[in-house]
């Protein structure tokens, strides 16, 4: 059985548990999520696959999950992104939050989540039983994209989008 690690609000771990039992107790723990950019700026997004416990079918940033007790969480980052996606790229941790999102299914995510940036210009070969599909979208696209369409996206997406964009923003305006 998959354990998460159950955290306060400053991620400092409280003890553990069985994944499907936190998310329905609603209890926070830690979490990442990856978000990997090409060399023309644009945003590799995920569909996540139909049969996914939760979300199946919405599209989302290019992986996310959860550390294993005793994982350094950015290690767990790029385990996963390899497992996920196909591919491995250095990450750089860029900031967290704390989220809880319910959904249809009486489930619900509480989590620090940890956010990650790579970049990547390589083949992808997701592993079709976590991802139904993929694509690279520039992030004036995404923006509109969760604007007009913005039950196509998971609830933590519509969330860290956001923030990932002032990032991308201030990191781009350093550079000049």
Request: proline share 4%; with cysteine.
């Amino acid at each position: 059985m998959e354990q998460v690690i159950l955290v306060d609000e400053q991620d400092v771990l409280t003890g553990t548990m069985e994944k499907m039992e936190a998310h329905e107790k609603a209890l926070l723990h830690r979490a990442f999520s990856v978000f990997v950019f090409n060399g023309r700026e644009e945003m590799l997004l995920q569909q996540r696959a139909f049969e996914k416990y939760h979300s199946g079918g919405l599209w989302t940033n290019s992986c996310c999950s959860h550390p294993r007790p005793g994982e350094d969480t950015q290690a767990a980052a790029m385990r996963r992104l390899r497992e996920e996606m196909g591919f491995e790229t250095p990450l750089k941790k860029i900031f967290d939050f704390v989220y809880k999102a319910d959904f249809s299914n009486g489930l619900t995510e509480h989590e620090f989540d940890h956010v990650f940036v790579g970049h990547y210009d390589g083949k992808i070969l997701p592993d079709s039983k976590e991802v139904h599909d993929f694509t690279f979208m520039s992030m004036p696209d995404i923006e509109e994209a969760l604007r007009k369409t913005p039950e196509r996206f998971t609830a933590w997406f519509h969330i860290a989008f956001p923030k990932v964009m002032h990032w991308w923003r201030q990191s781009r305006q350093n550079l000049s």
